[in-house]
């Protein structure tokens, strides 16, 4: 008796020690706000991935878990669900085949001899890029430098939900559904599901052109809970409506899908061969330039943004003017809306050698109501990923 009572005092300090996460939250609890002590009421989920490379070049993760004991809830991705679109596009490209069909060529929407159906909308320049044209190319680094919501939707549009989601299923990434649009009024379910025609211009030839579709994909996903959620929520007219918000046909991906894409881009190697993205080493490039820059360092497209617009872990509760140290480097997608704040990173220290992967999602919504722009972002959310972050890079670089 007297030895399973003392099993069952050390245990949780064991399961600790196996879990650095777990125990840095612990050994910090006094010094972080209000989230600690509360995980399942913000609905808090994090992985933490530690990063084992072998003398032969080989990968190995060391995954770690800590927040809210029930992962089967749902939670609104917001923005994030524009990497694996930004991702798809390139490897769509590759699947094609087409000769004269690149990232850099140039992209159209909503041309043609039929218009396409309303509320889309056309798009034949892009002001921001040196050219004054779109492209795949483009619209993967406007996605990562400042989460532009047009560059997802025109992407959207291209590849359409079926392609999305079958292309992520075959690459092992299960149970999420990328469902529509985002920050675009005017839409609808039904709306969302007819896509623009599309056409890219090399020269004066047309290496590839589609007309515009009916996708009719959807997936309920039955396994994942409340997809109703809250007591109440404020119409666009700006009417309270005392019911449940209804997510059943908004995106969604998992905190284990964003942490298995992030893995994908970042360290394919450790990934098996048959789950790997198809893309080359030019659209890897890509894609890594582009999660890791800060807005400051793009000259296409130039923006006028602090270094932490789109970096939470770390630096998200942090004043505009820091300056993230250029040894840091965070590859990595936000997504803020609906009191929902969420980021997948591959974080990097170039002077201890640190490297890992942090996911986390929080919620702030303490009234429970959607859609009215009342949530605790600044005072709960963001600190949640800076004092965590930096708590975290701090274990790492001691590791080392």
């Not at 399942?40 to 992985?47: F, G, N, P, R």
């Not at 392609?163 to 009024?185: D, K, M, S, W």
């Not at 923006?303 to 003017?321: A, I, R, S």
């Amino acid at each position: 008796m007297k030895y399973l009572l003392l099993l069952l005092l050390v245990s949780p300090w064991v399961m600790a020690a196996q879990n650095p996460l777990a125990a840095i939250i612990a050994e910090n609890r006094s010094t972080f706000s209000a989230w600690v002590d509360h995980p399942d009421a913000y609905e808090i989920q994090v992985l933490y991935s530690e990063i084992e490379r072998g003398p032969d070049g080989s990968v190995r993760l060391k995954t770690h878990r800590w927040g809210a004991r029930d992962t089967s809830q749902y939670f609104y991705p917001a923005s994030t669900v524009k990497m694996p679109a930004a991702v798809l596009a390139l490897q769509y490209l590759n699947e094609l085949g087409v000769q004269g069909l690149d990232p850099h060529t140039l992209l159209f929407h909503g041309t043609g001899s039929a218009p396409a159906s309303a509320p889309q909308t056309p798009v034949t320049q892009d002001s921001s890029a040196v050219s004054g044209y779109p492209s795949i190319a483009h619209y993967v680094r406007k996605i990562f430098l400042v989460s532009d919501n047009d560059a997802y939707n025109r992407l959207f549009e291209f590849l359409g939900p079926t392609y999305l989601n079958h292309a992520l299923q075959r690459a092992g990434i299960r149970g999420g559904r990328l469902q529509h649009r985002v920050g675009v009024g005017g839409f609808d379910t039904e709306t969302h599901a007819w896509l623009n025609p599309v056409r890219f211009v090399n020269g004066m030839e047309t290496p590839y052109q589609i007309g515009e579709r009916h996708d009719r994909y959807y997936d309920p996903l039955p396994q994942v809970a409340g997809q109703q959620r809250g007591t109440g929520y404020t119409t666009n007219d700006g009417e309270l409506v005392n019911e449940p918000f209804d997510f059943s046909h908004k995106n969604y991906l998992s905190v284990r899908n964003l942490h298995d894409i992030v893995l994908r881009v970042v360290l394919p190697e450790a990934v098996p061969e048959h789950h790997r993205f198809r893309l080359t080493p030019q659209d890897y490039a890509l894609l890594r330039q582009a999660m890791g820059e800060r807005p400051r360092e793009s000259t296409s497209p130039v923006y006028d943004k602090p270094d932490n617009y789109v970096k939470f872990w770390l630096y998200g509760d942090q004043p505009e003017e820091t300056v993230i140290p250029p040894e840091i480097r965070i590859l990595n997608k936000v997504g803020w809306a609906y009191g929902y704040l969420t980021d997948a990173a591959y974080i990097t220290d170039e002077t201890s050698g640190a490297e890992f992967l942090l996911v986390g999602t929080i919620h702030v919504n303490k009234n429970r109501i959607f859609n009215d722009g009342v949530y605790e972002y600044e005072e709960i959310g963001l600190p949640f990923f800076g004092e965590l972050g930096r708590a975290m890079l701090a274990y790492e670089r001691a590791k080392r």
